[in-house]
């Protein structure tokens, strides 16, 4: 806990706004959190003590827990999630808004005594490396611990940010209550221009740790517009080619269940001996133009807040280990006989299990063992195949962008943009289907654009004019590709194998950024010669291959036409430069 002469220290505004909090919310107490190790013991026992969380079998996953939120809290709540500002013009089209008085009100009145009987946990966390100055600040004010513990791993928490916060001018400040947990008041709200967000009646990470998404992307992207750089949903990935001696950073945005995360944890097939792979971070970047016209690139978390089911010994084995230690497991199944967590894709199932919701499951049951969209919260610091990259303060220079999303038919393998300008379209054009991730339907195909829909604060068409006017700074742009891991032959089957053998697809990419390849063009863009591929050791038949990249002019056009309508939605604050790049594009294609 942070004392009385560290608290002092901190800006007065601070000071008061806290205070301001504890009257209106009614809290037992007050506790400034300092981010220590003994501090987290006090709180892990706590939970366990209360019966919230159950600490699993100490021998395989040391210091590790599993906890089980309520049924109608376990995704992110689009339709309760509100930029709130003067103007709904403002927020866009594509935003769910809320006046910023009425908001204000509104969320108020929802917190006033909402912390009575519990603890008001106050957090300094830091977004970025220590000394960097593309780093921000964000003190959370929470009534659980399951937060606080969540954002040790995520964040870099405590008295870090405590001295980072005497040098930095501003810093975002960020309410929560779990509340009640009702669905009918639960709201996340944004105040981009006040640094602001309040998110009441739910513990679901993604809406209450509210350094993740709300700070990292929806306030960020808004201080990204003022001050010239970007804050983007995107990974980064260290690749080292030992032959060339030479390192690749590459950043790449995908929604959901597009392959994200294993993209940002790959491993080479056994044959590319020469190659080395290394995660710098797995959901979200902030990228800056450096002093020689470069785009670098950041990992502003400290940790892995990843889906657990489906991740196993073939999509993601490098983080199986990681997670045997100093991890939070949400909502995945309990093995009952060795006390040990379980999720689809994990292994196969025991014969008997707690599901996530903590009844009895047999395999051959009807639902899930592990919900979907369950979760794991582990350091990045403990995750074998890290980059050190990821603490370095300046930041990586970006080779390459890769800009894709889950879809069955149509969009290729891979491709490559004629230019920086037609990447930024590619992103903007970005379609996929959706996923357990966010709450309503799934498998149904929406426009993604960068994978930013759900997490850009503000309106979308001046995202895409800010990219551009991004792109005018950059003298050495990264090469931009668009990629597809998920089509389907006409049986429902992947035509391509995926997983590390995606990592084929990145070794054409970093041959094309040193010019070793040629291209094949098609109207959308340039896509290998399949000579070029390394596909040594994979068995995949040439009707496949070319299945992959099949080009279908009607279908194509088809696409272009609903992006055309999703992009009329912004009306005037569409960019010229993006109309250009498309007209241009379609255009390509009428012709082809």
């Not at 990586?396 to 379209?425: C, D, H, T, W």
């Not at 991730?437 to 799934?442: F, L, R």
Request: hydrophobic share 35%; proline share 5%.
């Amino acid at each position: 806990m942070l004392d009385n002469k560290q608290v002092e220290s901190l800006p007065s505004s601070l000071i008061s706004w806290v205070e301001e909090v504890r009257k209106r919310t009614k809290p037992d107490k007050v506790y400034w959190c300092d981010g220590s190790g003994e501090e987290n013991k006090e709180l892990t026992n706590l939970l366990t003590s209360e019966g919230k969380w159950i600490k699993l079998n100490e021998r395989k996953y040391k210091n590790s827990y599993l906890y089980r939120t309520q049924k109608n809290d376990v995704a992110r709540v689009e339709d309760r999630t509100l930029i709130c500002t003067d103007s709904e013009e403002e927020a866009g089209p594509t935003n769910r808004w809320m006046k910023k008085e009425k908001a204000f009100k509104m969320m108020w009145d929802l917190f006033n005594g909402a912390m009575k009987g519990r603890t008001m946990y106050v957090v300094p966390y830091l977004m970025g490396p220590e000394n960097s100055d593309f780093s921000q600040v964000g003190v959370e004010i929470t009534d659980s611990a399951y937060v606080v513990v969540n954002m040790r791993i995520l964040t870099r928490m405590g008295n870090v940010a405590v001295n980072e916060l005497k040098r930095k001018k501003k810093y975002v400040r960020a309410l929560h209550s779990t509340g009640d947990l009702s669905l009918e008041n639960r709201y996340i709200c944004h105040f981009p221009d006040e640094w602001l967000l309040m998110s009441i009646n739910t513990e679901y990470g993604g809406n209450a740790v509210l350094s993740k998404k709300p700070h990292a992307l929806r306030i960020a992207s808004v201080a990204a517009r003022e001050e010239g750089w970007l804050a983007e949903h995107m990974f980064l990935l260290e690749v080292e080619n030992k032959k060339r001696n030479k390192k690749y950073y590459i950043s790449g945005a995908l929604p959901s269940a597009s392959g994200k995360t294993n993209l940002a944890m790959i491993n080479p097939p056994s044959d590319f001996k020469d190659f080395y792979a290394r995660t710098v971070g797995d959901d979200i970047s902030w990228l800056f133009v450096g002093k020689e016209g470069e785009l670098r690139g950041i990992n502003p978390e400290n940790g892995f807040f990843g889906v657990a089911y489906g991740t196993g010994p073939s999509s993601n084995p490098n983080i199986l280990d990681s997670l045997k230690k100093n991890t939070i497991f949400t909502n995945v199944a309990l093995n009952p006989k060795t006390n040990e967590p379980w999720w689809e894709g994990l292994s196969e199932p025991p014969e008997t299990l707690y599901d996530w919701t903590g009844a009895e499951w047999h395999p051959g049951s009807e639902r899930s063992a592990a919900h979907k969209n369950s979760r794991f919260t582990t350091p990045l610091k403990q995750y074998p195949f890290k980059s050190q990259a990821y603490k370095d303060p300046k930041g990586v220079n970006l080779s390459l962008i890769l800009f894709g999303g889950r879809r069955s038919s149509l969009i290729p393998l891979v491709y490559e943009a004629k230019s920086f300008e037609q990447g930024i379209l590619l992103g903007a054009m970005t379609r996929a289907e959706t996923t357990a991730a966010q709450s309503g339907s799934t498998g149904v195909v929406r426009s993604d654009p960068m994978s930013m829909l759900a997490f850009c604060g503000y309106n979308m068409g001046d995202y895409f004019k800010h990219w551009f006017d991004v792109a005018k700074r950059i003298k050495t742009p990264p090469k931009v590709f668009n990629v597809n891991w998920f089509r389907k032959d006409e049986k429902g089957n992947y035509t391509w194998p995926g997983f590390s053998e995606n990592f084929r697809v990145l070794k054409w990419m970093i041959d094309r950024v040193d010019g070793k390849v040629n291209a094949l063009e098609l109207p959308i863009g340039f896509i290998p010669d399949i000579k070029d591929l390394d596909l040594k050791g994979l068995n995949i038949g040439k009707d496949k291959l070319k299945e992959l990249f099949y080009f279908d002019k009607k279908g194509w056009l088809k696409e272009l036409d609903e992006v055309k309508v999703f992009f009329k939605k912004f009306e005037k604050h569409m960019p010229d430069e993006l109309w250009n790049e498309f007209n241009k594009m379609y255009k390509n294609v009428q012709e082809y």
